[in-house]
């Protein structure tokens, strides 16, 4: 089961969030350890500047009782199960998941 804190906000739900949320949600059933969501749409004081949290395009979560395995088992099951384009990074207090929206340069293909 997935659990929000009390300040998590979400200003536009977005396919993205929506996969991220589907896999955390998926771990929680198969493993039977339900996941704290921590923040979403937080545009909080003292966040990387290169995080896509004020985008709704990054969920910050960790397994309830935080134990240090099953946030390591969570996290290496975002990798798995994430197509590409999304970045998990296992932070020291949390997992920290976003849909990377960096594109390269438009291409343009001769012919």
């Known amino acids: ?18 996969t991220i949320l589907r896999v955390a949600s998926t771990w929680s ?4 350890v339900d996941v704290q969501i921590n923040s979403i749409a ?3 004081p003292g966040r990387a500047p290169t995080t896509l949290h004020p985008w ?3 969920v ?9 395995i099953d946030r390591h088992a969570l996290g ?7 197509p590409d384009g999304y970045d998990v990074v296992f932070e020291s207090s949390h997992i920290h998941v ?3 929206a960096h594109r390269g340069p438009l291409r343009e293909i001769a012919g």
Request: proline share 4%; with cysteine.
């Open 98 to 100: 976003e849909c990377d």
């Open 42 to 44: 937080d545009p909080a």
């Open 29 to 32: 059933a198969l493993r039977q």
């Open 1 to 18: 089961m997935l659990r929000f804190k009390s300040e998590v906000r979400i200003g536009y739900f977005t396919d993205a969030l929506a």
């Open 60 to 68: 910050d979560c960790d397994p309830i009782g935080n134990v240090r």
């Open 76 to 82: 290496e099951y975002f990798r798995v199960q994430l």
């Open 56 to 58: 709704d395009l990054a």
